[in-house]
């Protein structure tokens, strides 16, 4: 299987979350995400914090208008829109303020828009006080397999965990397009849409930092601190008014080269110190 993303070196750009209430979604993730609201008018927001970027548009919660996922070269996404032509994915043109005019986009087996492209360059001033890049989605799904098949069979992301229950289900899958353990993951529910979506916060203080700065604006956490199995990384959860869940997390493991790893459908695979959120 050529994995063809992984060799374009695809890491999650931005996302564009859709919201009933796009000022109150822009205001929270100003202030309480750190970021700078760059532009809002009635349908439609962007905020900009170092390395994370995030536009809102007016539609339902907890469900995604698109995820951009950027690459390194021209190289790489030609080679992954001559994929997805070689797929029948039927790439289409598309054009998105964070990058360069030969972006494309494909859609999932749930109807999930994802771009590809090449980012623009940030030519602006410091954003924001605290480390936190955008680093991975998570997709809600009631066909983690489909999802799999789409995003490493058909795009050429690499597998990195699964969680099996003990019927054999794949319950969970952990994909990655560049070195880090996982960029994109689903989570097998009732429902689809987006599970969550995190921030690299490089090492344990800065998870400190923000536990600090969640709790001066009156957030609450409403999961950790922990540590997940898959990945190794560790975390702390808050949600934010449409109910998405956000996590900030560290010290992700870096994959080079191992065979797929599959873990058991239990709280301690998702959190090796307690208690775990199982989504199904």
């Not at 919201?19 to 905020?47: C, Q, S």
């Not at 070195?179 to 344990?204: K, M, P, V």
Request: aromatic share 8%.
């Amino acid at each position: 299987m050529m994995l063809t993303a992984l060799q374009a070196s695809a890491y999650l750009h931005h996302l564009n979350l859709r919201t009933p209430d796009v000022k109150r979604l822009a205001t929270f993730y100003a202030e309480v995400m750190d970021m700078e609201l760059i532009r809002l008018d009635g349908e439609a927001a962007l905020l900009v914090g170092p390395q994370r970027r995030v536009l809102l548009t007016q539609g339902a919660a907890k469900t995604l208008q698109h995820a951009g996922f950027a690459v390194r070269d021209s190289e790489g996404l030609a080679g992954l829109r001559a994929r997805a032509v070689e797929q029948g994915l039927e790439p289409a043109e598309v054009s998105v303020s964070l990058f360069e005019s030969d972006a494309f986009s494909v859609r999932d087996p749930d109807g999930n828009e994802v771009i590809f492209g090449r980012a623009i360059a940030d030519t602006a001033g410091p954003r924001g006080r605290i480390r936190g890049p955008i680093q991975h989605l998570t997709l809600a799904t009631r066909d983690v397999d489909a999802i799999e098949g789409f995003y490493a069979g058909k795009l050429g992301f690499g597998v990195s965990d699964r969680v099996v229950d003990d019927a054999g289900r794949v319950m969970t899958c952990f994909m990655r397009g560049n070195h880090e353990h996982h960029n994109l993951a689903c989570f097998r529910q009732d429902r689809q849409g987006i599970d969550h979506h995190s921030y690299e916060a490089g090492e344990w203080n800065t998870i400190r930092d923000w536990s600090d700065h969640f709790a001066a604006r009156g957030v609450s956490l409403m999961w950790g601190p922990g540590r997940h199995g898959p990945g190794n990384n560790l975390f702390i959860f808050i949600g934010d008014p449409d109910g998405n869940w956000i996590e900030v997390s560290a010290e992700l493991e870096v994959v080079h080269d191992r065979p797929v790893m599959q873990w058991p459908h239990a709280e301690r695979t998702l959190n090796l110190w307690g208690r775990a959120i199982l989504r199904a």
